[in-house]
């Protein structure tokens, strides 16, 4: 496919509005995180739920991993390594969040159990070739790609401290990171008309 793309994910799920007027939101984030798998399942399914149409989801899976002496350490083992890779490969082949979310939302629902078995049956599930993810994250290309994950989480200003690590619009914003990820969304939307959830806030 070619040089790596970046992974900016569009919500196509309603066609309103402009992709320019599209709040922008970031994700930084690692598998095995459970404050992740809390904010993936929670606050930001109920924004793809409700206000899906006015925003587009950067996801970025490195959270706080190191490379040292060249090797790959995830904060929460080498599983978490190993599914890290998976996601940014599944992302690489199906970049449309129409596409992707279902797959990422069926990940991070296995909690801390997530392993390739559960992967192969999230992209069999979604209609993603399996085949292909797994020769991408146990291959060099997974290996092109986290260092790309690495590169884009280190580029953040101000750097990242935790995960989740949230952004609106390329800004840190830690009231997205709770509870307060649509009202945020709805708040920063500049289009119009907006979604019923928005007008609810």
Same mark, same amino acid.
């Given at each position: 496919?070619?040089?790596?793309a970046p992974?900016v ?6 066609a ?6 599209k709040?922008k939101v ?15 399942t ?6 793809v739920?409700?206000?899906g ?11 706080n ?19 890290n890779?998976?996601e ?28 390739p078995?559960?992967?192969e049956?999230?992209?069999? @599930?979604? %209609?993603?070739?399996? =085949?292909? &993810?797994?020769?991408? !994250?146990?291959g060099s290309?997974g ?14 200003n101000?750097p ?5 690590w949230v ?6 914003d830690?009231?997205? @990171?709770? %509870?307060?990820?649509? =009202?945020? &969304?709805c708040?920063h !939307? ?5 979604p019923?959830?928005?007008?609810l806030?």
């Open positions: 496919m070619g040089v790596v992974f994910l569009f919500i196509f799920l309603v309103n509005g402009q992709a320019d007027e709040v970031g994700f930084y984030g690692e598998s095995l995180c459970p404050d992740c798998i809390a904010f993936c929670g606050p930001l399914h109920k924004a739920q409700e206000v149409e006015i925003f587009e989801l950067t996801y970025v899976p490195w959270g991993a190191k490379i040292v002496d060249g090797a790959f350490v995830c904060q929460h083992g080498t599983m978490e390594c190993t599914i890779t998976v940014a490969c599944a992302l690489y082949y199906q970049p449309n969040m129409t596409a992707y979310w279902p797959f990422l939302y069926c990940m991070y629902s296995h909690k801390e159990e997530q392993n078995s559960i992967a049956s999230c992209a069999n @599930e979604n %209609n993603m070739d399996w =085949s292909k &993810i797994s020769s991408c !994250y146990q290309l290996h092109q790609l986290d260092l790309q994950m690495a590169n884009i989480t280190a580029s953040l101000p990242h401290e935790y995960t989740p952004t609106i619009n390329g800004k840190h830690t009231q997205a @990171e709770d %509870n307060y990820l649509v =009202s945020q &969304i708040r !939307y500049e289009g119009s008309p907006k019923k959830a928005c007008r806030e």
